[in-house]
C-alpha cells in the first residue's frame, strides 16, 4: 500500500484550516483520521457534520456501535480512539473487549444494541429478523433502529477510510481481539 500523508493545517485549504483550528480547541490536537479528510475540501466538514447529528442515541450507546462496527471491519484506528472514547464513556477494559466482539453480558439493553450493530455490519444491511426483534424486545424503538444503521454507515466511512490510507495511530492502539481475549 501506499503511504498517505496526514496533511498539516499550512497544506489544507482555509476552510479546513478553520475545521482544523476548532479540533484543537476541542480535543487539544487534530486527530490523524479527521485530518486526512482533509485532502477533501469538503469530507471533514460533511464527515463532521453527519458525526455530530443529533441522535436518540447516547454518548454511552453510540460507543457500543462504535466499538463492534469497528471490530467487524478490522479498523485499528477506529478501535484504537474508541477504546479511549470508551473509557471515558466510563466502560472499563473487559466490557470494551465484549462490546468489540458485539456482545455485553453486563447490560441486556447494550448487548441487544452490539448484537445489531455487528449483525448489521456483517451482513451489509441485510440484518437477520431475529437480531431485529431482540434489540426492540430489550426496549429500544424503532427510532433507535434508524439512528443505529446511521450510525453504522458513518463508523464504516472512517473505517474504510483508514484501512484504504493506513495512517498512523494517534491513539494508544488496541491489541487485536484474538490477542486480549487469550
Not at 466499538?67 to 473509557?87: D, R
Not at 462490546?99 to 444491511?125: C, H
Request: glycine share 4%; charged share 20%; aromatic share 8%.
Amino acid at each position: 500500500m501506499s503511504t498517505f500523508n496526514v496533511p498539516k493545517r499550512e497544506e489544507v485549504t482555509a476552510n479546513n484550516q478553520a475545521i482544523f483550528d476548532n479540533l484543537e480547541k476541542a480535543l487539544g490536537f487534530v486527530p490523524n483520521l479527521y485530518a486526512t479528510y482533509a485532502h477533501s475540501e469538503n469530507a471533514l466538514g460533511n464527515y463532521l457534520a453527519l458525526s455530530n447529528v443529533k441522535t436518540s442515541l447516547n454518548a454511552k450507546e453510540k460507543e457500543v456501535v462504535n466499538l463492534a462496527v469497528s471490530q467487524v471491519n478490522n479498523c485499528t484506528y477506529c478501535l484504537s480512539a474508541h477504546t479511549a472514547i470508551g473509557k471515558m464513556n466510563g466502560f472499563t477494559d473487559e466490557q470494551i473487549i465484549e462490546l468489540r466482539g458485539g456482545n455485553a453480558s453486563f447490560d441486556t439493553k447494550f448487548d441487544a444494541l452490539a448484537k445489531l450493530a455487528k449483525n448489521i455490519t456483517e451482513n451489509r444491511g441485510a440484518t437477520d429478523a431475529e437480531v431485529v426483534d431482540n434489540f426492540l424486545n430489550a426496549g429500544w424503538t424503532k427510532e433507535n433502529l434508524v439512528d443505529t444503521i446511521v450510525l453504522v454507515g458513518d463508523k464504516t466511512i472512517s473505517n474504510y477510510l483508514h484501512k484504504t490510507t493506513d495512517v498512523p495511530v494517534d491513539f494508544p492502539v488496541a491489541q487485536p481481539l484474538e490477542a486480549v481475549e487469550a
